[in-house]
Structures are given as C-alpha cells and as structure tokens.
C-alpha cells in the first residue's frame, strides 16, 4: 500500500496541513546528527525530504539510516539526478521539470533511475516541479539549465499546474529555489490551489512561521522549510 501519498491525500481531504523539513546532505553536519535529530523530533515537521540540486557527499545513504533510526516520519527523496537515490529512504518524489524544457529533466534522468528504483521497495510519487521567478538565480535554474517562470503571470503557471495534472502528476510542486529573495506569491498559490484537485506543494524562500501560516491559508497542502532550518536549528522555537 502506498502509505505516504495515501496520508497526504488524507490530510488535503480533512484540510490537515503538512510540513516538511528539507535536508540538503552537503549542507548537514554528519557529526552533530543527533542534535539535528532532536530539533526535527520537537518541531511540527510531518515529513522529512532529502535531496538537493547537486549533492556531493557520498554520505546520502549513512544519513537515511540515521534519520530513520532517530526519527518516525516518513523519509522522501528530493533528488536532483539519479545518483541521489538511497533505497533505505521510505519514498521518493519522481520530479519532472515542467516548468523547463530540459529534456534530461523531463525525462531522461527518470529513465535512467528505472533499474534503481525497480530494485527498492520506495513508494514513487509522481511529482510535477514548476520553478517560480524568485529575484535571483538559484540552484535549480543553474544545475537544470532552464529559465523559472514569470511570478507575474499567474495564469501561465496555474496552466502548466493542470498540465502536470493531466499528464498524470501526483502532486504538483511550486518551487522558488533553495535560498530564494522571494517566496511563491501567495496570490499564486490561491490560484494554483483551486485548479488542481491534487495536493499541493510549496517551497522556497520561506523564512518564517507566519509565511508557513500564509502559505498553508493560501492553499498549499504542504510546505517545505530548508535553508531557514539550515541556517537556524532553533527556527520552530522562535515566536
């Protein structure tokens, strides 16, 4: 049974939002995981996403174990290319770029994840990733090689949301980048959130509890918090 996309599709359904503490494994201090651990254990995080736009250690998979050892929330991969795939993990989000036009990021990096992801017992969620124009270049613009969409034309992202839905997209992802200037705008999300009948997700730029309250009112589903954790392990405790 697919249990992580099962909960989450619960959790839009009773209107219960969603929380996800998103590690960068370049960016986590291997020696201090248990205090790590005990941060994430105390705050309000439902999920924990692993991955990045380019991840260099070769410590992915020693990080899973720890995370599923000290930890009961469900562990999904975000990863940015194939060679980021831990099978220990619980599930993984299988991103297509839909925002780009990168054929190795719509597809190609998918197909040869196959034989990886045939071996694992990973729950593969379907995920449509839309990169918003945030007032800088991040990560994903530079690694993908693809230009994010205009903040401004709200009607062109909420079409290509729908298209991520029709082509069969579990969930779809509004993305400003990891360390974004400017969050996803809020008046996007409302728009977005009453096209799609899938759950959705929004991450990026978000650097306090109130923008986490604004996205969640606006619609998100889900909200994913990462550098602002990164840079304070004390960011849930502040008021």
């Known amino acids: ?35 790590l651990i005990e941060k994430i254990r105390t705050s309000p995080a439902t999920h924990i996403f692993v991955g990045g736009s380019i991840v260099e250690t070769n410590k992915m998979d020693e990080l899973v174990h720890f995370l599923k050892n000290g930890l009961s929330l469900p562990i999904v991969l975000f990863p940015g290319n194939p060679s980021q795939i831990s099978t220990f993990a619980d599930g993984i989000l299988f991103l297509s770029l839909l925002s780009g036009r990168n054929p190795d990021y719509l597809i190609e990096h998918h197909v040869n994840a196959v034989s990886v992801l045939n071996k694992s017992t990973l729950e593969i969620i379907s995920t449509g990733y839309i990169l918003i124009e945030s007032g800088s270049q991040t990560a994903v613009e530079r ?35 990891s360390g974004a200037k400017l969050a996803v705008p809020i008046e996007m999300i409302k728009v977005v959130s009453k096209e799609i009948s899938v759950p959705l997700i929004v991450g990026g730029g978000i650097r306090s509890q109130q923008a986490i309250q604004a996205a969640f009112e606006a619609g998100a589903d889900l909200v994913v918090i990462g550098t602002a954790f990164e840079n304070d392990l004390n960011f849930f405790t502040h008021d």
């Open 143 to 177: 690694i993908s090689k693809t230009k994010p969409l205009d903040r401004n034309n709200v009607e062109y992202v909420c079409q290509t949301a729908k298209a991520g839905e029709y082509l069969g997209n579990k969930l779809i992802y509004l993305e400003a980048g």
């Open 1 to 35: 049974m697919k249990k992580i996309y099962h909960e989450i599709l619960s959790a839009k359904a009773e209107n219960r939002k969603l929380l996800a503490v998103l590690l960068d494994p370049d960016k986590v201090d291997m020696d201090n995981l248990s205090v």
